[in-house]
């Protein structure tokens, strides 16, 4: 039973949600930020570590002692190219370490999943608008995904089309990018269903696109 989850991203605009939520929900956190002044939580449950996704050794503290992963860090002004790459290797080492098994990773809709993916046009304008403008984040996105396949983790990928910042509204779809699929999502939606996954393993190995 996962009773202490492992956050990357925390600061973040959906991590901000997911972590008010997960704590509301009774898990304990383990958050590793670069920047702790930035959150504005402080709860009995929840533990601080100040540290980088690119560093090793922070991944691997942040990784102790927990039940499951949560990885919502991402592409900020400055990202090096393969962040959520050499992020994602981190957190998969880490995890054999102390023998940590489950992950659910953020990623988008450009993230191709050709096995479930039925794009539609507008899917495909999407995507080649994409890979015009943030080839390197398409490309990373890719990277991490191959990580996550090639580790012994139980991963889970949970995809997204362009995130808004509207209310929870407490509905969204689960599909595939063309596929009982719209063309945005909440934030306070896509955190929700992401800690819905940790009671869930229906998605493990699998990529949902998640919209509302
Ligand atoms: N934007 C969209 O429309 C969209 C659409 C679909 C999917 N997505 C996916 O959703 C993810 C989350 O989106 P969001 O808008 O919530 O993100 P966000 O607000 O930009 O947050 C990114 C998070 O990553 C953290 N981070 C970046 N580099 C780090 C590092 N080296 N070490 C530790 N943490 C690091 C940031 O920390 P700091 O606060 O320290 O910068 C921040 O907490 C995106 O990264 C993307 O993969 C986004």
Not at 160 to 175: C, D, E, H, I, S
């Amino acid at each position: 039973m996962v009773k202490t989850i492992a956050l990357f991203g925390a600061t973040g605009r959906t991590g901000q949600h997911f972590l008010n939520i997960a704590l509301e929900a009774g898990f304990s956190v383990k958050a590793l930020v670069r920047n702790p002044a930035k959150l504005n939580v402080s709860h009995s449950q929840l533990s601080v570590l100040k540290g980088d996704v690119l560093n090793r050794r922070d991944v691997e503290e942040t990784v102790s002692g927990t039940d499951l992963v949560v990885s919502l860090f991402g592409h900020v002004k400055g990202s090096p190219k393969w962040l959520q790459t050499d992020g994602t290797r981190h957190i998969v080492e880490a995890m054999k370490t102390c023998k940590v098994k489950r992950i659910i990773s953020l990623s988008g809709g450009g993230l191709p999943y050709p096995e479930k993916d039925q794009p539609k046009l507008a899917d495909k304008l999407i995507r080649s608008i994409m890979k015009l403008l943030v080839p390197h984040i398409l490309e990373d996105a890719k990277h991490h995904h191959e990580v996550l396949a090639e580790s012994n983790t139980i991963w889970t990928i949970v995809r997204a089309p362009r995130l808004t910042n509207a209310k929870r509204q407490g509905f969204y779809r689960v599909g595939w990018v063309g596929e009982n699929a719209s063309t945005k999502i909440s934030r306070a939606d896509l955190a929700d269903f992401i800690l819905n996954q940790i009671k869930d393993e229906t998605y493990s190995y699998q990529m949902p696109f998640v919209s509302g």
